[in-house]
């Protein structure tokens, strides 16, 4: 039996994956994101999750994959913009756990 994590290590992943997300804004899109946007979107994306139970148990592990797959879309997908890749990455998040 896997051992449950306490809501600070679930908040803690979950930022880290947002800020990795931002991280990862700069080097795919260094021309179009500026270091106000990378973490404008990080803030807004974590502020996001917390009012979305992605921080439960249930949910937060969801929501570190979906910050994945919204990394490998703006890696894949030159035209996807970052309001494009943050809506994919909230979109998936509720089909997963909706």
Do not use: N
């Not at 994959?65 to 979109?91: C, M, N, P, W, Y």
């Amino acid at each position: 039996m896997a051992a449950k994590t306490t809501e600070i290590e679930r908040r803690s992943k979950v930022a880290e994956a947002c800020v990795d997300f931002g991280t990862h804004l700069l080097k795919v899109r260094k021309i179009s994101v500026t270091p106000d946007d990378a973490q404008r979107a990080v803030k807004e994306l974590f502020e996001w999750f917390e009012s979305h139970d992605a921080l439960a148990e249930a949910g937060y592990g969801i929501a570190i994959h979906a910050i994945t797959f919204g990394e490998e879309l703006l890696e894949s997908r030159k035209t996807v913009t970052v309001d494009d890749a943050v809506r994919a990455i909230q979109k998936m998040y509720l089909d997963l756990t909706g």
